[in-house]
Nanobody
């Protein structure tokens, strides 16, 4: 089992920045892909960024490229989502997800992830 705990959400004005953290514990050695998803009311859960912990490869959806980056610490048990130039449309609950299968190509289908955190809210005001 892998446990995921997100933190770092909050309220910011448009153009501001936030860094989300996802701390993984438990059987982390089996985790190959850690991803960030987001979901706002009435919308489907959307993949935003992912990182392959073994290779270090990162993937971002087009709407956040140039604004968001994903990284992990040296122990590869904490993954960060650095969000800059935030827009009101970035407002959502952000979830961390992990899975033993590689992130190759991005892996934006939430059904493919075995472990999930509880989420952290990001609100961007105009």
């Amino acid at each position: 089992q892998v446990q995921l705990v997100e933190s770092g959400g909050g309220s910011v004005q448009a153009g501001g920045s936030l860094t989300l953290s996802c701390a993984a514990s438990g059987a982390t050695a089996t985790t190959n892909c850690i991803a960030w998803f987001r979901q706002s009311p009435g919308k489907k859960r959307e993949g935003v960024a992912s990182i392959s912990t073994f290779s270090g490869s990162t993937y971002l959806i087009d709407s956040v490229k140039g604004r968001f980056t994903i990284s992990h610490d040296n122990s590869k048990t904490t993954v960060f989502l650095h969000m800059n130039s935030l827009k009101p449309e970035d407002t959502a609950m952000y979830y961390c997800a992990a899975d033993p299968v590689s992130c190759y190509g991005g892996r934006w289908n939430p059904a493919g992830y075995k472990y999930w955190g509880q989420g952290t809210q990001v609100t961007v005001s105009s």
